[in-house]
């Protein structure tokens, strides 16, 4: 059976291969195939022509005989675990999207998979002992760094979304947000409003981010010589928890605004402020942190510390594409600035 026919200047009908990409930039497939996978071994103007019958062709190297031949899968794992019930947290939805459109752009694939929730190392050993996953990322962080030791001690590349709260020396790569100065940011935001007595509502004590994003408010009060004695909750994240919380303070410290260490949490005090006929944002501001799809469409809209995440997920895959090259680059740290969306709570 003859191939398809080639007319000068045109595509072929058929996908284009090797051999059509070598014929269109006049060299030879072993070069075609070095330009795709090995394009330091090739002087910059035959690296280029070959590049450019690529792109005319519309050439896609195949995957599967890459992976073969030079060990690689081009997957990223990531371990996902599902939103907890009666929360309106959806951060790592949106992280995840980012993530999966930023990786394919740099020609790679994120492989989903799941574990025991009461251990977080579950689904990573399977992974790399089956060689199944170029590397990691790592977003359990707030549990402890043990996934972060073991894959050191393994050798295998991973870059964490969180900063190493239990060993802030690791030298492994890391990208974050820094939520101290996303809650500084908005408890300025409201001292500026005119509000004086602005309460938290935070994690308990032994959450690393929570009491990172208290230290922002913290931080903004004393600027501005404000109290914040009486003023402060530490609960689960809930919606209920910050109902209950913001119930607490109302009764006992008499606030004009609080700011909450997430969206659920700053949701529990919307729930309160509706049962006392009190109105967000004219009687009582409210600020959350994560800007959820539920911070956008609730009313009258509630002010939210916005994560950066399409930009954490850029600087992770530049991060893994600096572990993963040939030679590898050192370990990409990156602490990234949230920003305020204002809304009517606020």
Request: glycine content about 8%; overall charge neutral; some cysteine.
């Amino acid at each position: 059976m003859s191939g398809p026919t080639r007319i000068p200047g045109r595509v072929p009908a058929a996908p284009p291969t090797l051999a059509d990409v070598a014929e269109r930039a006049g060299v030879s497939r072993q070069t075609v195939s070095n330009a795709v996978n090995n394009p330091e071994l090739l002087r910059p103007d035959t690296l280029t022509r070959v590049q450019e019958a690529i792109a005319e062709l519309g050439y896609l190297p195949n995957r599967a005989a890459r992976n073969l031949r030079t060990r690689s899968s081009h997957l990223i794992g990531l371990r996902f675990s599902p939103a907890q019930e009666g929360t309106a947290n959806a951060t790592m939805d949106r992280f995840v999207h980012s993530l999966v459109e930023t990786s394919r752009e740099a020609g790679y694939h994120v492989l989903l998979f799941s574990g025991d929730p009461r251990d977080p190392l579950a689904g990573y050993d399977d992974l790399l002992r089956s060689t199944a996953v170029d590397a990691f990322v790592v977003t359990d962080t707030y549990l402890g760094n043990p996934q972060a030791r073991w894959l050191e001690t393994r050798r295998a590349p991973f870059v964490a979304f969180g900063r190493p709260w239990d060993k802030p020396d690791a030298p492994h790569a890391w990208v974050d947000v820094d939520g101290a100065a996303g809650c500084e940011l908005a408890t300025t935001h409201l001292i500026e409003r005119g509000h004086r007595r602005i309460a938290w509502i935070g994690w308990r004590k032994d959450s690393w981010i929570g009491e990172d994003r208290r230290a922002g408010w913290t931080r903004a009060m004393r600027a501005h010589g404000l109290a914040t004695t009486g003023l402060a909750s530490r609960v689960e994240d809930t919606v209920h928890s910050g109902r209950s919380a913001s119930a607490v303070l109302l009764d006992e410290a008499d606030p004009t605004a609080f700011v909450c260490a997430s969206d659920t949490l700053a949701m529990g005090v919307l729930h309160t402020l509706e049962e006392r006929g009190r109105t967000p944002g004219r009687d009582v501001a409210v600020v959350g942190f994560d800007d959820s799809q539920v911070a956008q469409v609730v009313r009258p809209g509630l002010t939210s510390v916005r994560q950066p995440l399409e930009q954490v997920a850029v600087e992770i895959v530049e991060a893994l594409s600096g572990l993963l090259g040939h030679p590898p680059r050192p370990p990409r740290q990156v602490l990234l600035t949230p920003t305020l969306a204002l809304r009517g709570s606020s």
